[in-house]
């Protein structure tokens, strides 16, 4: 991450940073200096709910209309990652269109710009990613950072990477495209585990696997799930984990139809060995069978239970003396 410009002095402490300005006002006096805001000009209003409250803002991307809360929860701020962060970030060095102004502004201000002054690298990775080629060749708009990033109430509040809201908030996105992978996840145990609300990191999401800005396809050397890589992948939590480890099925299409319809398009045009060629073919057989003796086991018993309901009723109608039920 690239440094702001002006980071060295609002990581100064409040008095110290006072004391500078208060220096900066008489050396310059005549050139007319602008002394950066802090917080509180911007909270004076925005933390008083007699000052600002819910409007309805057009997304000027997306053309969505939402509902947006101007109360800004300071302590939410100060907990998300600028706001912890030690460089000291205050309002205005993301609202830039603020600097300067003091008191009343105008209503709409420009959207703040992530990636100029700030994450050119992470969003250089990201936008000239394979990923995002593929997105655009199959005509999906690629997620905006604050799509990844978005915080529990507003955008401002940027999570920090263990967050439990960001994480889930991941998967969600990558869920939006793919959206067979993440059903496939949350049938398996990582993912189970997940959708139980178990979002720490110790259970890997979408991007512990496959990383987060530049994702590479699995056949790909440099893959994190590839062959090369997956021990290492699977390694940073199951201590341990060997070559036959890894072969484990991250995704287990076979609980999923479209694997059938496939399986059945490739028996058409390749024959059995075309589908026995896929691994999780002979998973699949074994899923249909255990499947196939729980709903014998259930039919079973369902049929039984059925018959005896019946009995009863009829006993009850026999003894019942003409009650209505
Ligand atoms: C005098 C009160 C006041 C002060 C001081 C103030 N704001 Fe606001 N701000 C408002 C109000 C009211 C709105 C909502 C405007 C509307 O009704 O649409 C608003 C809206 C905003 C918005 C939303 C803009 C948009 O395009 O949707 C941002 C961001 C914002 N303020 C940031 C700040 C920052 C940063 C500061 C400090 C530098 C600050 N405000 C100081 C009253 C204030
Ligand atoms: C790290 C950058 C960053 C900082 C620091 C920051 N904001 Fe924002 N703020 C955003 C982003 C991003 C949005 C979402 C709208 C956009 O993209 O322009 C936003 C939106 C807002 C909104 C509109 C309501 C909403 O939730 O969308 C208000 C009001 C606001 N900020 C006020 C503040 C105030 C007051 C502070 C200082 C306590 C502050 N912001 C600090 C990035 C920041
Ligand atoms: C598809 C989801 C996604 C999108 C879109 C995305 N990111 Fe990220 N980003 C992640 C994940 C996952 C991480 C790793 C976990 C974390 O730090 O939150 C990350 C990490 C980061 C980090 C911290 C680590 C680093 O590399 O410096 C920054 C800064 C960042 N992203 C900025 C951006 C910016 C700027 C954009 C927009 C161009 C963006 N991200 C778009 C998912 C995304
Ligand atoms: C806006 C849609 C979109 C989002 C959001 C998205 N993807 Fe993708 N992804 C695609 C497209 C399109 C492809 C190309 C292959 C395809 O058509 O499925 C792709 C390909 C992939 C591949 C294979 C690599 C390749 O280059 O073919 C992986 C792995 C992947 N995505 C994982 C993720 C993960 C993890 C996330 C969340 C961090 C995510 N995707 C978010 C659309 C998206
Ligand atoms: C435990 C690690 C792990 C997690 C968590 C995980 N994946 Fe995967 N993913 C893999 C592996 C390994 C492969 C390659 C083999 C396969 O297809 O099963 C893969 C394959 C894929 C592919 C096919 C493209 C390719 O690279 O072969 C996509 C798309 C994908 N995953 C998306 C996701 C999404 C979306 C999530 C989150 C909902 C997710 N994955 C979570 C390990 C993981
Ligand atoms: C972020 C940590 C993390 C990563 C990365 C991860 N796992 Fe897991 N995995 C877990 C946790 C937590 C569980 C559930 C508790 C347990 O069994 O340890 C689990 C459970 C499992 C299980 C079932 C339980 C068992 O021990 O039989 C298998 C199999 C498995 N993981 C395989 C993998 C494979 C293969 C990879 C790499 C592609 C991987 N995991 C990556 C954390 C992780």
Redesign the pocket.
């Known amino acids: 991450m690239r440094a702001r410009k002006r980071a060295g002095i609002s990581g100064l402490s409040i008095s110290l940073r006072s004391l500078l300005a208060f220096f900066l006002f008489f050396a310059f006096c005549s050139g007319g200096l602008v002394i950066a805001q802090e917080i509180e000009d911007c909270m004076e209003c925005h933390g008083d709910p007699e000052k600002v409250g819910r409007v309805a803002r057009v997304d000027r991307e997306t053309g969505e209309v939402k509902v947006v809360n101007m109360l800004v929860e300071q302590d939410a701020f100060m907990q998300s990652a600028h706001g912890r962060s030690k460089e000291g970030f205050v309002c205005i060095d993301c609202h830039q269109d603020l600097d300067g102004v003091y008191g009343e502004h105008k209503p709409l201000l420009n959207t703040v710009d992530c990636i100029t002054f700030c994450h050119d690298d992470p969003a250089a990775e990201f936008l000239e990613s394979t990923h995002v080629e593929h997105m655009k060749e199959k005509e999906k708009t690629p997620p905006r950072c604050t799509d990844c990033h978005m915080g529990k109430n507003s955008a401002r509040e940027t999570p920090v990477a263990e967050d439990a809201f960001h994480r889930s908030n991941v998967n969600k996105t990558c869920g939006q495209c793919h959206e067979d992978y993440l059903f496939t996840y949350c049938t398996n ?2 993912g189970q ?1 997940s959708t139980l609300g178990v979002l720490t ?4 999401n979408c991007y ?2 496959h990383g987060g800005h530049d994702i590479l396809k699995s056949d790909n050397p440099d893959s994190n ?1 590839g062959e090369n890589h ?1 021990v290492e ?2 390694g ?3 201590t341990g ?1 060997g070559k036959n ?2 072969k ?1 099925i ?1 995704h287990p299409a076979f609980k999923t139809r479209k694997f059938y319809a496939e399986a059945y398009k490739t028996f058409t045009e390749k024959g059995i060995l075309g589908v026995l060629a896929d691994p999780q073919s002979y998973l699949a057989l074994v899923f249909v069978l255990y499947m196939g003796i729980i709903a014998q086991a259930f039919s079973m018993f369902g049929g039984h239970a059925l018959l005896m309901w019946i009995r009863t009723l009829l006993d009850e109608r026999k003894g019942g003396g003409g009650h209505d039920h």
């Open positions: 145990m990582h585990l990191d110790e259970v890997p512990d696997c799930v997956k992948t699977c940073k939590c199951h984990a480890f890894v484990h991250a």
